[in-house]
């Protein structure tokens, strides 16, 4: 069953033409047909010429972004000992050990992010089927399990952004508020776009970024030239 869409969705999308924008071109138009009331994030959506059931090609990372996103993570740390106080120097929100572990057990899950030591990895790996289902669970790859917990948790804050593809070879993301100048946008948008060309697998054959669209929370997707995002 199709999705209804209001009139004002639809009088903004007949504003995009059916042809591919600069992504300057396109940051402007999503302020132009912007019809809410509240700051929409800026999310990007990329096809990525992968198989995501092989191993060897999937594609994950993390990227701090030169502007932020806008929004401001709440970090939970697990940890023992001094990395206790390095987490609460470097402004974790919520920090513990295996009291916090036995409460996200019982289905607390009032944070956006998960950090933790290798050392209490052991412990944290039975909150798998919990955090593994909203993408919270902590790794080696994203930079989440860590010895340098004052580190790890000031990027989080300052608006680092974790990317992983779905089944489907799609990677989503959101990288700015609408309220940004464009510029800086367009920062965010091609520092994205750099960290997924970075994360190339070495199996990966053809054209590895087949597409890319920009959208606001409440906007219809524009199609973005990518070449305009310095992909040749």
């Given at each position: 069953?199709?999705?209804?869409?209001?009139?004002?969705?639809?009088?903004?999308?007949?504003?995009?033409?059916?042809?591919?924008?600069?992504?300057?071109?396109?940051?402007?138009?999503?302020?132009?047909?912007?019809?809410?009331?509240?700051?929409?994030?800026?999310?990007?959506?990329?096809?990525?010429?992968?198989?995501?059931?092989?191993?060897?090609?999937?594609?994950?990372?993390?990227?701090?972004?030169?502007?932020?996103?806008?929004?401001?993570?709440?970090?939970?740390?697990?940890?023992?000992?001094?990395?206790?106080?390095?987490?609460?120097?470097?402004?974790?929100?919520?920090?513990?050990?295996?009291?916090?572990?036995?409460?996200?057990?019982?289905?607390?899950?009032?944070?956006?992010?998960?950090?933790?030591?290798?050392?209490?990895?052991?412990?944290?790996?039975?909150?798998?089927?919990?955090?593994?289902?909203r993408g919270l669970m902590p790794s080696p790859k994203t930079g989440t399990?860590?010895?340098?917990?004052?580190?790890?948790?000031?990027?989080?804050?300052?608006?680092?952004?974790?990317?992983?593809?779905?089944?489907?070879?799609?990677?989503?993301?959101?990288?700015?508020?609408?309220?940004?100048?464009?510029?800086?946008?367009?920062?965010?948008?091609?520092?994205?776009?750099?960290?997924?060309?970075?994360?190339?697998?070495?199996?990966?054959?053809?054209?590895?970024?087949?597409?890319?669209?920009?959208?606001?929370?409440?906007?219809?997707?524009?199609?973005?030239?990518?070449?305009?995002?310095?992909?040749?």
């Open positions: 069953m199709s999705k209804k869409r209001g009139k004002k969705y639809l009088n903004a999308l007949k504003e995009v033409e059916q042809r591919e924008y600069s992504i300057e071109e396109a940051i402007e138009l999503l302020k132009k047909i912007k019809y809410s009331n509240f700051d929409e994030s800026v999310d990007l959506a990329m096809k990525l010429g992968v198989d995501p059931k092989r191993s060897d090609q999937m594609v994950r990372g993390t990227v701090v972004l030169p502007n932020g996103t806008g929004k401001t993570k709440r970090v939970v740390v697990i940890a023992s000992g001094e990395k206790i106080k390095e987490a609460e120097s470097a402004g974790a929100d919520y920090i513990g050990g295996e009291e916090l572990i036995e409460k996200i057990s019982k289905g607390w899950l009032d944070f956006e992010a998960v950090v933790t030591t290798p050392d209490m990895m052991k412990s944290v790996s039975k909150l798998g089927k919990v955090l593994g289902a399990v860590t010895f340098d917990i004052a580190k790890a948790v000031k990027e989080i804050k300052s608006g680092r952004v974790e990317f992983r593809i779905d089944k489907s070879a799609n990677l989503h993301a959101s990288v700015a508020k609408l309220s940004f100048p464009t510029e800086k946008i367009v920062e965010n948008v091609k520092a994205f776009v750099e960290a997924v060309l970075k994360a190339k697998p070495p199996a990966s054959k053809g054209k590895y970024i087949q597409s890319l669209y920009v959208s606001s929370t409440m906007s219809p997707s524009i199609k973005v030239s990518l070449a305009s995002v310095g992909i040749k």
